[in-house]
């Protein structure tokens, strides 16, 4: 089993979603549990600092899928990827690339950073969405943007400087951890010309 093989059984649930569809992929998903489970004891866990945090994606529950790329569960202080949500993602930064062309997406500053930002990503194949995701679902749990002194509960980030500032540590993450583990550069690989993401940090 491969990335392309979850992404094309992935189209296809979403196409005609059931449990036939769901079952083909789920056991695809299965296959996968290991790496992912992997990838988190390896970057996830020193940041959270979980000592029985784990990560692995969610299988179909009566043939549907969650509809988050990816939510933590208290419960089991684990880390629920769900491909389904990880397409939309996908089709949330094609999305983001269209808006760019209108007047709406680029009358607001902060809403047009985090439209082009989005953009960058949708160079991104499937594998690596997958783990933005991930780590952005970690700076929610860390509150990464809300380590800006400026920021109170009367000063809150906006939802799109919010969405914005944790894909960039999202990212940040994701490309460290590609240089450990397969000694690739995905900014260079994937001609992602943005660099703001160096800058972000969580104040300790």
């Given amino acids: 089993m491969s990335w392309m093989q979850i992404e094309k ?7 005609a979603p059931g449990k036939a569809t769901a079952e083909a992929l789920d056991k695809c998903l299965a296959s996968f ?3 992912i489970e992997t990838f988190a004891r390896l970057f996830i866990k020193p940041l959270v600092g979980m000592q029985e945090m784990t990560a692995s994606f969610i299988l179909s529950k009566d ?7 990816c939510q933590f569960d208290e419960t089991q202080n684990a880390f629920l990827l769900s491909p389904i949500g ?14 760019l062309q209108t007047q709406e997406g680029r009358e607001n500053f902060k809403t047009f ?12 194949p499937l594998k690596y969405l997958a ?26 980030p906006t939802e799109a400087e919010e969405a914005y500032m944790s894909y960039l540590w999202a990212f940040k993450e994701l490309e460290n951890a590609m240089k450990k583990i397969q000694s690739i550069d995905l900014r260079a690989d994937y001609k992602i010309s943005w660099y703001e993401s160096e800058w972000i940090t969580v104040n300790s």
């Fill in 131 to 156: 783990f933005l995701c991930l780590f952005r679902e970690v700076a929610r749990i860390m509150e990464v943007t809300r380590t800006d002194k400026r920021r109170t509960m009367h000063n809150p």
């Fill in 9 to 15: 059984l992935a189209k296809a649930y979403r196409k």
């Fill in 86 to 99: 990880i397409l939309s993602f996908q089709d949330e930064c094609a999305n983001a690339s269209k808006a």
């Fill in 33 to 35: 549990q290991g790496p």
């Fill in 63 to 69: 043939g549907t899928y969650p509809e988050a790329a």
């Fill in 113 to 124: 950073r985090l439209y082009a930002y989005l953009k960058e990503m949708q160079k991104l």
